[in-house]
């Protein structure tokens, strides 16, 4: 879960970043000495000529734009400033694409790592019922692969394997899956305390 924050933030920071700097120069290109965007955005709403509000004004032009959402309320008066607006239309459609893609991939990969965690928990469990060994045992197996899984946020394979485990808990599953049968093998029979 924590790498998939991290990831999430890493590309949030990206699109960020991104529309920061489009906005930047989205402010850098007007032209004072013909129509601007600024001109014809300031004419319809009571806005102060500072330099905040020319780059918050920017900058969420350019998330607008990055996101696709195009609301129409800025918009670019003359060449420069349309030239610029196509270059950020094709680049922003590759930025905000890849990522939307990352993210979804990032949160993809969580669930099937959890889902993974639950597979392999179940087939444990399911082996270790079958063979009768005791819900006590069968607690610890369940708390060491949710151990596992919390310190390395790795998928686990879909086979319960014994030799996954820790040798202490690997032995106290191999006693109680043998528990029953080492009285009955003569060179067995009172080797463990029976």
Same mark, same amino acid.
């Given at each position: ?5 991290i ?9 960020? /970043?991104?529309a920061?700097?489009?906005g ?17 955005y300031a ?6 000529? $500072? ?6 004004? @920017? ?7 990055? $996101? ?8 670019? #008066? ?12 094709? $680049? ?11 993210? #979804?991939g ?7 790592v959890e889902?993974?965690?639950r ?13 009768e060994?005791?819900?006590p045992v ?13 310190? $390395? ?6 086979? /319960? #394997? ?6 202490p ?6 006693a109680?899956? @043998?528990?029953g049968?080492?009285?009955?093998v003569p060179p067995? #029979? ?5």
């Amino acid at each position: 879960v924590f790498d998939t924050l991290i990831g999430i933030f890493r590309v949030t920071f990206l699109l960020v /970043f991104v529309a920061h700097l489009y906005g930047c120069i989205f402010n850098m290109i007007i032209d004072e000495s013909m129509l601007n965007w600024w001109d014809l955005y300031a004419q319809s709403k009571p806005l102060a000529d $500072t330099d905040w509000e020319h780059y918050v004004t @920017g900058f969420y032009w350019a998330v607008i734009s990055l $996101t696709t959402m195009g609301y129409g309320d800025i918009i670019p #008066a003359n060449t420069n400033e349309r030239m610029f607006c196509v270059l950020v239309a094709l $680049t922003g459609a590759v930025v905000f694409s890849y990522c939307m893609g990352t993210i #979804a991939g990032l949160i993809d990969t969580s669930s099937n790592v959890e889902d993974n965690l639950r597979i392999k928990v179940q087939n444990a469990t399911d082996m270790l019922r079958h063979f009768e060994v005791s819900a006590p045992v069968r607690r610890k197996v369940k708390a060491y692969y949710q151990l596992c899984w919390r310190k $390395t946020a790795e998928a686990f394979g879909q086979d /319960f #394997a014994l030799d996954e485990l820790d040798p202490p808990l690997r032995y106290k599953v191999l006693a109680d899956i @043998g528990g029953g049968s080492r009285s009955e093998v003569p060179p067995f #029979a009172g080797l463990w305390g029976d």
